[in-house]
């Protein structure tokens, strides 16, 4: 590994450009009697809900081996952190104080904290169909901002709203585990929302340096026949364009606006806030998909049962290799995904960070990740030398943690996690990655 890294050091970004990794509240904090319930606490007690009859009570114990956890970022050399706030943490007396002393140790190792304040854990009293949920969502903000914002800089409002509608509310597939298809449409509403309302709050508290983390991928059509031209266009409003245009653009995609609620002049008014400027954003890239015209039935996909109503039909991608969890890795689609965006975006796009790239594989000499991580480091560089203004790489995850539905069977961690000892062991990633930040100079 040493010897490679000399000869093939981390490209060369432009300077502050931000090196990272990222986690998840509910993935790795466990102490949820220490805390107030959420949606996710309820739905993991449902029998079959999470693969292996997991929850996440203890998960990685973050929430009382911190300091271990800050020590190993340090030592991995990153700039900074990406984790998330537990909202039903905050609500919970004491619970901020959690936040108050991560955010002291992380500063004390040299390591920026970045937190996202909603990372799909909502308190379990309240409900994205609501559009109160949106306002409650704000005032949480101006909470969490008046305690930390003298020492955190970088925020983010919202991890990934189209996967916490579509899995959550639409295939049921995640906490709430409503089935609505469509009828979720609100849900992404008001989750944008709230991100434009947050902003204003945290721009109140003196923050200026926001964003949000959306998932997006390309989508490759199955064949040029124009039904699977169509539904693979469908399916790329669904991921990308149905979240990044009322951001970027400050409009629904044709057709979207009218099926949200308040249309017309409510959703006119609420792209207002929506479209707040924001100072970067942020992009979790996995895989890009591949989409053809629905074929008349149930589709298992990434763990997913995608009903046969649906207008497209997800299909395999066939001359990749996959990850243990069956996602392709394909790093050249993050250089087609972020060119794409800065063609469809212009200057609207404020500069990109990528808040999650990472992968899931068994062992803890895992070469595969190292050559997941190197290439698409190496795409994300293509990327910017073609003009993408990109200021930021953050590795998902840390730690092997709670990967929701999947439960404990994803490692995504370049930290290896024994769930009987809760004793934590440095992947060869983490030295690889380790190493290049120290290469870097
Ligand atoms: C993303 C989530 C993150 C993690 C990775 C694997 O969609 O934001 O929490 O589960 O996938």
Redesign the pocket.
């Known amino acids: 590994m040493i010897a490679r890294m000399a000869t093939n050091p981390l490209p060369q970004f432009p300077p502050g450009f931000l090196w990272g990794v990222s986690t ?1 509240a509910h ?1 790795i904090e466990g102490a949820v009697q220490e805390r107030d319930p959420s949606v996710w606490d309820a739905f993991t007690a449902e029998p079959g809900r999470v693969k292996d009859g997991s929850t996440a009570a203890v998960a990685c114990d973050h929430y009382h081996r911190y300091p271990e956890d800050v020590a190993l970022l340090a030592d991995l050399g990153v700039d900074a952190y990406r984790f998330s706030v537990s909202w039903p943490r905050v609500n919970s007396p004491g619970g901020l104080d959690f936040y108050d002393r991560l955010v002291d140790a992380l500063c004390a190792a040299g390591v920026r904290p970045i937190p996202t304040l909603f ?1 799909w854990d909502l308190p379990l009293e309240l409900d994205w169909l609501n559009r109160d949920t949106a306002e409650r969502f704000a005032e949480y903000a101006a909470v969490v901002a008046g305690r930390l914002g003298d020492r955190v800089r970088k925020w983010i409002t919202l ?2 709203p189209a ?1 916490h509608t579509l899995l959550g509310h639409a295939l049921g597939a995640h906490a709430p585990g409503r089935r609505l298809l469509f009828d979720a449409l609100p849900v992404a509403h008001h989750q944008l929302l709230a991100h434009g309302l947050a902003v204003r709050a945290l721009r109140a508290a003196g923050a200026d340096d926001i964003g949000i983390a959306n ?1 997006h991928g390309p989508t490759w059509a199955a064949s040029r026949r124009p039904e699977d031209v169509e539904a693979a266009d469908f399916y790329d409003l669904l991921l990308n364009r149905l979240f990044a245009d009322p951001l970027l653009l400050g409009r629904y995609p044709d057709g979207v606006g009218e099926l949200m609620p308040g249309h017309p002049e409510g959703v006119e008014a609420d792209l207002k806030v929506i479209a707040e400027p924001l100072d970067w954003y942020g992009i ?1 890239y ?1 895989q890009p998909t591949r989409v053809g015209a629905p074929q008349g039935t149930e589709i298992e996909f990434g763990g997913l049962t995608l009903p046969a109503e649906l207008p497209f039909s997800v299909r395999e991608l066939e001359g990749y290799p996959v990850t243990d969890f069956g996602w392709a890795v394909v790093p050249e689609a993050l250089t087609e995904l972020l060119v794409g965006f800065r063609e469809r975006y212009g200057d609207r796009l404020p500069p990109v960070v990528i808040t ?1 790239n ?1 992968c899931s594989y068994e062992g803890i000499d895992d070469q595969e990740r190292i050559a997941f991580l190197d290439g698409h480091v190496r795409a994300l560089h293509r990327a910017s030398e073609q003009g993408v203004d990109v200021r930021g790489y953050f590795v ?1 995850s840390l730690l092997d943690n709670f ?2 539905a999947e439960g404990y069977a994803r490692r ?1 961690g370049l930290v290896h996690v024994d769930y009987d000892t809760l004793e934590r062991t440095p992947k060869a990633s983490f030295v690889w990655l380790r190493d290049a930040l120290r290469a870097r100079g």
């Open positions: 998840s993935q990372h991890n990934e996967e998932s979790n996995y999650e990472g998902w990967e929701w995504f």
